[in-house]
């Protein structure tokens, strides 16, 4: 198992991290807080630690330390659009309930 | 209030107290110092913060202007070690200085009289040549000499050429209209 | 449901605490609303992909308002009521508007700024532009998701005082947290130079629809200091639309148009300017309202020899401001264009023989504004890890100076001082026991005050009645990062804190803008005890999550007592803020102010003694 973008997702990361000028890659990670508990974490990464995981999705290299790939396990990175808003979704497998802004989740 | 105002501007950039001045050291300094106290930095903080940092910026900036102006740093550098400049009170010039106060001011009246162009020109590069051996003068007697009651005389001499030569910038900014 | 952005390494912020925060390029013309989004600066487009907003309101007699492309296309057949370039009026008396003449609007003149009658009443310039900004914030929260934390807003260099306070009002009217008003030059300067990793000596030629300015920056290793700027604040595109207008009357031989014809030719002037750019000559054909037939056709050449005397006005500036940089034309490394006024190759032309190379337009001079305000917006919201921030040092573009006797104006501040920046000036009594004196604050270059823009007149109070000179009052100018002016006095020999009444001569009062906060639609019905409340929670939230991060960073500057007292003081703070006492929380906040002012302040000493740390004098990097 691991951690994998959608093509659309894919396709917008490299596109921001062409655009930035810099950048390993991005990070998807789990911190805890937030009103259900956990919450999603989702950075560039300039540098990677020893213990990191890097998975490859379409050519893009997904970065998660292994306390967050617990949670993450079989998690798709999606990119969508809602009205005027865009940006990331996190498909999780793992998640019993989230709260309604969906940016916090428990398992 | 946490501003020190102990702190003399020399300390504050971290700077020995000397006329003579490396711009590009004092610059640098100035920019290490903005870039902790900048409001930019605490535009997202509370009120109290922001106003904490416009007032040490403020003075960041006043301490830059200061240091970087080499008449101001002489007057400065004269006030912190108590020689009073006396502008108001000492009008006691050398009557050498006097007489050449008079033909520099009778010269550059008669140029602005006539509109020669030319001649405020001319008069100008003679007189930044003139401040040029003024503030190296100075320097020898703050920093060579420690002679500070010279240096307050030379100091005043100084401000009158600035003066004179403000003058003849805006003499020159009106006849070019 | 709020979708991600990707943060900067480190930067992930709590859920529900996204620091959103845009730049809003707030143009006579054009608008635009642009934010930083998975890193990268963005213009914000509406619903029909459209970033840029005219910046046209048009009033309705039924109470509602239509902003933008709806409303600029009723502005042949409902002049009267649809208001453009409102930028040109604010902070602005009647007598400062160029070309009243050819304005359709029912001016209501008075001491201060000017307004407009419509069929909603009468308008203030700063009612207007609230209105622009209403929208792009109501376009920027759908887009982003969210409520915003803050906004910068740009303006021109050149805005004096009161046109800044103006802009600061009208955000605030239209419910926005200003973090920063930023010049519009400079604002460009920081797109431009981080997308280029520019070095050196740079001018910024902006010419916006009403305005034009000039700046100087020196760019190294991440600061943007801006060493003078200069500009002309009512000369803008808009005056070459007005020369093409006038020339089309004149050929067409018509007499004073009707308003709505004026308009038509007014905006078919606009079409043959853009047309110009790409085209040797534009054809113009119009029926106007009589039947009558306009037919002409403008040539490149014609259009260039009409506006030769703008483009000269446009470099008088750009000599000033390098006078005051010090620097000659072929000192500047590079020259950026900004506006979309300088499309016109006249212009380009101009420049380029002046500076000796080709202006550099590897960028979009309609949204470079915009984008650079969104990614100072970013930082300045803390956005940005502090080691990848960049530093922004601007100046004050016009001298600050009192009313003296003879109407002659002492210089206080000079133009080109970097801000923040504050000034003393000491005065006597004239007259023996004088308990007041009056001031009077103006802003420009002049020496007659007559000449110069007056900003306020306060009067000093309660000076201790002495014998005539004997009384030492000290005028303190507090210049501020948004380049706004407040005024403190004091008498010296006393200590006497006098007080200040400042009458701004051509802002609005306190009392205003809470009257049309009341009365604006977007507080209808809004309950201003529950807004205070909110407000009053906010910033205790502010105030709270400040020090958390601070006790985090240099808690090792407390003991432990001053600790235990620090945590007390949030827990109380904290406790106040769940509660539903607005005044309470807003004295909570004061306390704790006064509770942490010793740690503040040694926080303070502490990052600047490492600021300085390890870098003996003479090893301070070069």
Same mark, same amino acid.
């Given at each position: 198992m691991s951690v994998t973008l959608s093509e659309s997702a894919a396709r917008h990361v490299s596109n921001f991290i062409a655009k930035r000028g810099k950048g390993f890659g991005i990070r998807l990670g789990v911190k805890t807080s937030g009103c259900s508990g956990m919450a999603y974490k989702l950075e560039f990464v300039d540098d990677t630690h020893d213990e990191d995981l890097v998975f490859d999705s379409h050519g893009v290299k997904v970065v998660v330390d292994p306390k967050s790939l617990v949670y993450l396990e079989g998690t798709e990175l999606d990119f969508v659009k809602e009205g005027l808003n865009e940006g990331f979704k996190f498909n999780n497998p793992n998640v019993k309930d989230q709260c309604g802004c969906g940016e916090s989740f428990n398992v | 209030m946490s501003i020190d105002p102990t702190q003399d501007y020399f300390s504050l950039f971290g700077l020995q107290r000397t006329y003579a001045m490396d711009e590009a050291v004092l610059e640098a300094a100035w920019h290490r110092l903005q870039s902790q106290v900048h409001p930019d930095r605490y535009a997202h903080l509370p009120d109290v913060d922001k106003r904490r940092a416009m007032q040490w910026a403020t003075r960041v900036n006043e301490g830059f202007r200061t240091l970087k102006k080499p008449l101001a740093r002489a007057r400065y550098l004269l006030e912190l070690a108590g020689v009073d400049v006396g502008v108001e009170t000492n009008t006691a010039m050398s009557p050498e200085f006097l007489m050449e106060q008079m033909e520099w001011r009778e010269a550059v009246e008669e140029a602005r009289a006539a509109a020669e162009v030319e001649e405020l020109e001319q008069l100008h590069v003679r007189l930044l040549h003139h401040a040029r051996d003024v503030r190296a003068e100075l320097g020898r007697q703050i920093d060579v000499d420690h002679d500070l009651a010279g240096a307050a005389d030379t100091v005043r001499r100084l401000m009158f050429i600035e003066k004179l030569q403000h003058e003849i910038d805006e003499a020159l900014l009106a006849l070019e209209g | 449901m709020a979708l991600l952005q990707i943060a900067e390494p480190g930067m992930s912020t709590e859920p529900h605490k996204h620091r959103l925060a845009v730049g809003i390029d707030l143009g006579t013309t054009n608008s635009l609303v642009a934010s930083v989004r998975n890193g990268i600066a963005v213009c914000l487009p509406d619903e029909s992909g459209r970033t840029m907003l005219p910046s046209v309101v048009r009033y309705h007699v039924d109470g509602s308002t239509e902003t933008g492309l709806g409303a600029l296309k009723a502005q042949a057949t409902d002049p009267r009521n649809t208001i453009v370039s409102a930028k040109r009026f604010m902070g602005r008396g009647l007598k400062d508007v160029a070309h009243v003449e050819a304005m359709p609007y029912d001016f209501e003149d008075g001491? %201060? *700024?000017v307004r407009l009658r419509t069929v909603q009443g009468v308008k203030s310039p700063v009612e207007v532009s609230a209105e622009i900004l209403r929208v792009l914030r109501v376009r /920027?929260?759908?887009?982003?998701?969210? #409520?915003? $934390?803050? $906004?910068? !807003?740009?303006?021109?260099?050149?805005?004096?005082? &009161?046109? #800044?306070?103006?802009?600061?009002?009208a955000a605030r009217l239209a419910g926005l947290d200003v973090l920063r008003l930023?010049?519009?030059?400079?604002?460009? &300067?920081?797109?431009?130079? =981080?997308?280029? /990793?520019?070095? %050196?000596?740079?001018?910024?030629?902006?010419?916006?629809?009403?305005?034009?300015? =000039?700046? !100087? @920056?020196? @760019?190294? #290793?991440?600061?943007?200091?801006? @060493?003078?700027?200069? %500009?002309?604040?009512?000369?803008?595109?808009?005056?070459?639309?007005? #020369?093409l207008f006038c020339s089309i009357l004149e050929r067409a031989d018509i007499d004073p148009p009707s308003l709505e014809d004026a308009r038509r030719l007014q905006m078919k002037a606009r079409e043959v300017k853009e047309l110009l750019t790409s085209c040797e000559e534009a054809p113009i054909h119009l029926r106007l309202g009589s039947g009558e037939l306009v037919d002409v056709v403008v040539t490149r050449n014609e259009f260039a020899d009409m506006t030769r005397h703008l483009v000269q006005k446009t470099l008088t500036p750009v000599r000033k401001a390098l006078r005051d940089a010090g620097l000659t034309p072929e000192e500047i490394k590079g020259v950026v264009m900004v506006g979309g006024a300088t499309r016109m190759p006249q212009i380009q032309r101009a420049v380029a023989a002046f500076f000796g190379q080709e202006p550099l337009t590897n960028l979009d001079p309609d949204k470079v504004v915009a984008l650079g305000a969104a990614m100072q917006a970013n930082v300045l919201a803390g956005n940005r890890a502090e080691q990848d921030d960049w530093l922004l040092l601007d100046v004050i573009p016009l001298s600050l100076g009192l009313e003296t006797m003879g109407g002659l104006v002492e210089k206080v501040v000079p133009r080109n001082s970097t801000l923040p920046i504050a000034r003393a000036q000491e005065f006597t009594t004239f007259k023996d026991g004088q308990t007041a004196m009056a001031f009077h604050v103006v802003q420009g270059e002049r020496e007659l005050v007559a000449d110069c823009r007056s900003l306020a007149r306060f009067e000093l109070r309660g000076i201790p009645p002495m014998v005539a000179g004997a009384a030492r009052i000290r005028v303190t100018f507090q210049v501020d990062a948004d380049g706004l002016l407040s005024v403190s006095a004091r008498e010296m020999s006393s200590g006497v804190?006098? +007080?200040v009444l400042v009458k701004p001569s051509? %802002? =609005? +009062?306190?009392?205003? !803008? /809470?009257? *049309?906060l009341k009365s604006g639609v977007e507080h209808a019905g809004d309950d201003m005890v529950l807004r205070a409340l909110r407000e009053q929670q906010v910033e205790a939230e502010r105030v709270i999550e400040a020090a958390e991060q601070a006790l985090a960073k240099d808690g090792h500057l407390l003991d432990a007592d001053e600790r235990a007292g620090i945590d007390a003081a949030v827990a109380r703070l904290r406790e106040l803020r769940a509660g539903s006492d607005h005044r309470a929380i807003k004295s909570g906040i004061d306390a704790f102010a006064r509770a942490t002012d010793e740690f503040a302040a040694r926080r303070m000493d502490n990052s600047i003694r490492s600021a300085l740390a390890g870098h003996k004098v003479d090893e301070l990097e070069l």
């Open positions: - | - | 001491p %201060g *700024m /920027a929260e759908a887009s982003l998701g969210g #409520r915003l $934390v803050g $906004v910068v !807003i740009t303006v021109p260099a050149y805005f004096d005082d &009161a046109q #800044r306070q103006a802009t600061k009002d930023l010049n519009e030059p400079t604002a460009a &300067a920081v797109a431009y130079g =981080l997308d280029n /990793a520019a070095e %050196g000596v740079y001018a910024v030629y902006d010419l916006g629809g009403g305005t034009f300015d =000039l700046s !100087i @920056l020196k @760019l190294s #290793r991440g600061v943007f200091e801006v @060493l003078s700027t200069n %500009g002309d604040a009512a000369l803008g595109g808009d005056d070459f639309d007005h #020369r804190e006098a +007080s051509y %802002g =609005l +009062s306190d009392d205003e !803008i /809470a009257e *049309m």
